[in-house]
């Protein structure tokens, strides 16, 4: 009973553990975001690899779309292969804090301003 009741409590501090969200930090993603710069802060940018594509302006998009996106790109769901290799580089640390440095920006809409 007393190993049961200990992998009970070990178990319950694993998914309390993974629960925990990790934070971002706006400041520490200032040299994360030079790569993403490039392509993400220029409107109207259209990127011709692996085919003719329109590039998101993602400054004032939620945190948690742009590191459930960049996470996807991770994991291999999203398919653009130059995300895919960039994601594939980023922690989860790296993840959040570029999350949280795009999502303070404010939103640009000269390309489109319906939006």
């Known amino acids: 009973m007393k190993k049961l009741l200990t992998m009970v409590v070990l178990g319950a501090a694993a998914t309390a553990a993974q629960a925990q969200e990790v934070k971002g930090n706006v400041e520490a993603a200032r040299d994360k ?20 594509y329109e590039v998101p302006m993602i400054g004032g998009q939620s945190a948690k779309y742009i ?46 301003p319906q939006k």
Do not use: W
């Open 33 to 52: 975001v030079a790569m993403c710069i490039g392509c993400h802060g220029i409107p109207g940018y259209r990127a011709s690899f692996p085919e003719v």
């Open 67 to 112: 590191a459930n996106a960049l996470q996807e790109y991770k994991k291999g769901g999203r398919k653009h292969p130059t995300m895919r290799g960039i994601a594939a580089t980023l922690s989860d640390q790296d993840i959040a804090d570029v999350a949280a440095y795009y999502a303070q920006q404010k939103r640009d809409t000269r390309d489109n």
